[in-house]
């Protein structure tokens, strides 16, 4: 980092375009602000003078922020959003995008498993003509075999019932073009699954392998039920097969039914009945059973849709604003909550 007495303190820095944005959602990650700046801030001034950082914190009870608004004071190139209470990871990412101004937004951790150095190759392909530059993890002898192998799992779950295809390793930690920051500025959906949103709007883009580097200080957030749930979601925005399976398990208890059917009719016919009428009603429940779940995973498929997106709730609500976050005027807030709702 560069000594105090060389450190921009000008509005005029603080309020003029920046070629690049880099934003970090944070929960508890006090302890990682001040190592996380210490290497990132370097990169970015070798880079380019017109940067700008937005930290997002999504609702942290440490002293989080606190960090944070110091560092704003002493560099006014360093803005944060504050939720006012925690969204989740995607809609941190969402509301960096919102507020960020770069003509191109890179997307990290601030647990520095994302090293910072590996910005200036996002930058230098971005600048070859790629518009979305996502770093690919290439090893991942770190994890269990066990999350090594759902992750695999869900890798081609996703290639074989999503919409689209996702290349394997890539993250959150990533560099966008502001073409490409602007169309997903406009997908205001709910239920949010980032990843399948970078590779939905398409543009030319490139993996570059990197290494993730042992977390710094505190834990994952991410226990293996999180995990579960955000596969789960990331596989339900991007089809119908969660519900649709409601469908197949409708018709495979009508065919159950038909072949208890059949069981009933030969024994009956063998051996005769010992309680007349119960055969009948077993199959007559079993039948409107799986006629009723059909009914439901074909009703459910528009439903659950319908019902995330007609409460037309905001995606965040927003407690404080630092830096050139607080510059991003209230009438585009208002505007962008306008196309939201559209």
């Known amino acids: 980092m560069r000594p105090r007495s060389e450190e921009p303190r000008s509005k005029e820095c603080l309020v003029a375009s920046p070629e690049l944005s880099v934003i970090i959602p944070v929960h508890n990650e006090s302890a990682n602000i001040a190592p996380l700046c210490g290497r990132l801030l370097p990169v970015l001034n070798r880079i380019t003078a017109r940067w700008e950082v937005i930290f997002v914190d999504d609702g942290s009870r440490d002293d989080t922020m ?15 959003v504050s939720f006012s209470r925690n969204f989740g990871k995607e809609v941190a990412i969402a509301a960096g995008l919102d507020h ?8 990290m951790d601030a647990d520095l498993q994302h090293p910072p150095e590996m910005i200036e190759t996002f930058v230098e392909r971005w600048k070859e003509g790629y518009l979305m530059v996502y ?3 290439t ?8 999350k090594r192998g759902f992750a695999h799992l869900f890798y081609r779950l996703f290639a074989r019932f999503g919409e689209i295809a996702l290349p394997e390793g890539a993250g959150d930690f ?11 500025r406009t997908l205001g959906e709910k239920a949010r699954f980032s990843k399948g949103l970078y590779a939905w709007i398409g543009f030319r883009s490139i993996g570059v392998p990197f ?13 293996f039920r999180k995990l579960f749930r955000f596969a789960f979601d990331g596989i339900a925005a991007f089809s119908t097969v969660p519900l649709r399976v409601w469908t197949y398990i409708g018709f495979l208890i009508s065919f159950l ?11 009956t016919l063998l051996f005769g009945t010992d309680l007349p009428g119960f055969p009948s009603l077993i199959v007559s429940v079993m039948f409107f059973s799986g006629i009723q779940l059909m009914s439901l995973g074909i009703v459910g498929e528009y439903v659950g849709r319908i019902f995330a997106e007609v409460k037309r709730r905001p995606l965040y609500v927003v407690q404080e ?22």
């Open 100 to 107: 960020a101004r770069g003509d191109a937004v890179v997307i």
């Open 174 to 184: 990533r560099l966008i073009d502001r073409k490409g920051v602007e169309v997903l």
């Open 139 to 146: 090893d991942r002898s770190d994890e269990t075999r066990v």
């Open 257 to 267: 039914s038909i072949a208890t059917a059949f069981y009933f009719l030969v024994r």
């Open 211 to 223: 290494v993730v580097e042992e977390r710094l200080h505190g834990t994952t957030k991410w226990s």
């Open 135 to 137: 770093g690919q993890r």
């Open 66 to 80: 606190d960090r944070i608004r110091s560092l704003s004071q002493g560099e006014p190139r360093i803005g944060a």
């Open 321 to 342: 604003r630092l830096g050139g976050a607080a510059e991003v005027s209230a009438s585009l807030v208002r505007e962008d909550a306008r196309l939201r709702q559209a």
